[in-house]
């Protein structure tokens, strides 16, 4: 399993749809992009395909980059 990977795997207490995967943020290329497709990665990792595709489409509606980082922290917990 490679590092991407590793990180995008939620915790298995977690995986209940309404709930938050972890997420590992730190490290990340900051670039707005690399953000939202590790989140979209965890998401979906922790089987929630629908709250990952909302994600998406709000990240991609956001004003500024902060917006979206806070997005990211309604979503998933971000380590």
Excluded: H, W
């Excluded at 590992?24 to 929630?48: E, P, S, W, Y």
């Amino acid at each position: 399993m490679n590092r991407t990977q590793r990180d995008a795997v939620p915790d298995t207490d977690r995986t209940q749809a309404g709930r938050k995967p972890a997420c590992r943020l730190v490290g990340t290329d900051g670039n707005v992009f690399a953000v939202i497709g590790r989140v979209q990665r965890a998401l979906k990792a922790a089987g929630q395909p629908e709250r990952a595709s909302e994600f998406v489409r709000k990240a991609f509606q956001a004003k500024s980059y902060d917006e979206v980082l806070a997005l990211c922290m309604d979503y998933v917990e971000v380590r």
